[in-house]
C-alpha cells in the first residue's frame, strides 16, 4: 500500500464496550506511534513502537488503554471500559529514518455514547 | 501546560499573497520542528521541516524560520493558493535530545487557514 491505513475509519460504541483501532504502517516503516486528537486540539502523543516493542508508552491517559504490534508491522489500538470522553479521533503514524517527517494515516474517529 | 502553542486559530489570506503562520514552543529541549497541513476527514500530511541547528529550511512556495533565542518559528507560503486552505499545525519533538532514540512529536492546536481567489 502507498500509505498508512487505519480501520475502521469511524466507530461508535457504548459506554462500558471494549474496542479495538487497527494501523498498518507503510511498508518498510520501524518506528511506529499513536496519537489522539480531540476536538479543538492538536494531535496528543498516545505511544510508540519502535519495532515489535513499546518504546515510550507515556501518553497513554491510562490503564483501560493498551497497543500492541507484535509482529513489528500492524498494530492494535485496545480501549477498555470506554467513556465518553474517550471520543476522538485516533492517529496513527510511521517513519523510516530521521530525517523525514512521521507519516499518517487518516485516522480512527471513536464514539462513545 | 501547552508546550507549543499557535496562538492565532485562523487566517485568510487573498490568493497570490504571503501567508505567515506562526508557532511559540517553550520547552528548550525541542531539537526538531515539523509543520504538518491537514484537510478534513484526513490525516496530517507532512510538508516541511527544521533542525534546530538551522535558521531556515526552503522547500518551492514553503519557508521555515527558526528563532531559537525567541523560541519562535514561522512558516511562510509564497505565493499562496486556495488548494492551500488547510488547518496547519506546528510540532516539536526532542530527536537528538533524546539519544536519536525516540521522535515523539508534541503538537500546537492549529491554524486554520483560508486562501480567498
Known amino acids: 500500500g502507498a500509505g498508512v491505513s487505519q480501520t475502521p475509519s469511524n466507530k461508535v460504541t457504548e459506554k462500558g464496550k471494549y474496542v479495538e483501532l487497527r494501523c498498518d504502517p507503510i511498508s518498510g516503516h520501524t518506528a511506529l506511534y499513536w496519537y489522539r486528537q480531540s476536538l479543538g486540539q492538536g494531535p496528543e502523543f498516545l505511544i510508540y513502537?519502535?519495532?515489535?516493542?513499546?518504546?515510550?508508552d507515556s501518553g497513554l491517559p491510562n490503564d483501560r488503554f493498551f497497543a500492541v504490534r507484535p509482529e513489528g508491522s500492524v498494530s492494535t489500538l485496545k480501549i477498555q471500559r470506554t467513556e465518553r470522553g474517550d471520543s476522538a479521533v485516533y492517529l496513527c503514524a510511521s517513519s523510516l529514518t530521521r530525517a523525514g517527517g512521521q507519516f499518517f494515516g487518516p485516522g480512527t474517529r471513536l464514539t462513545v455514547l | 501546560d501547552q508546550q507549543v502553542k499557535q496562538n492565532s486559530p485562523s487566517l485568510s489570506v487573498q490568493e497570490g499573497r504571503i501567508s505567515i503562520l506562526n508557532c511559540d514552543y517553550t520547552?528548550?529541549?525541542?531539537?526538531?520542528f515539523l509543520w504538518y497541513k491537514k484537510y478534513p476527514a484526513e490525516g496530517p500530511t507532512f510538508l516541511i521541516s527544521?533542525?534546530?541547528?538551522?535558521d531556515k529550511n526552503e522547500d518551492g512556495r514553503f519557508t521555515v524560520f527558526l528563532n531559537k533565542s525567541a523560541k519562535h518559528l514561522s512558516l511562510h507560503i509564497v505565493p499562496s493558493q486556495p488548494g492551500d486552505s488547510a488547518v496547519y499545525f506546528c510540532?516539536?519533538?526532542?530527536?537528538?535530545?533524546?539519544?536519536?532514540?525516540?521522535?515523539?512529536?508534541?503538537f500546537g492546536k492549529g491554524t486554520l487557514l483560508t486562501v480567498n481567489p
Open positions: 513502537f519502535q519495532g515489535t516493542g513499546a518504546a515510550d
Open positions: 510540532a516539536a519533538g526532542t530527536f537528538q535530545n533524546s539519544g536519536g532514540s525516540n521522535y515523539k512529536l508534541t
Open positions: 527544521i533542525s534546530s541547528i538551522k
Open positions: 520547552n528548550s529541549m525541542f531539537d526538531y
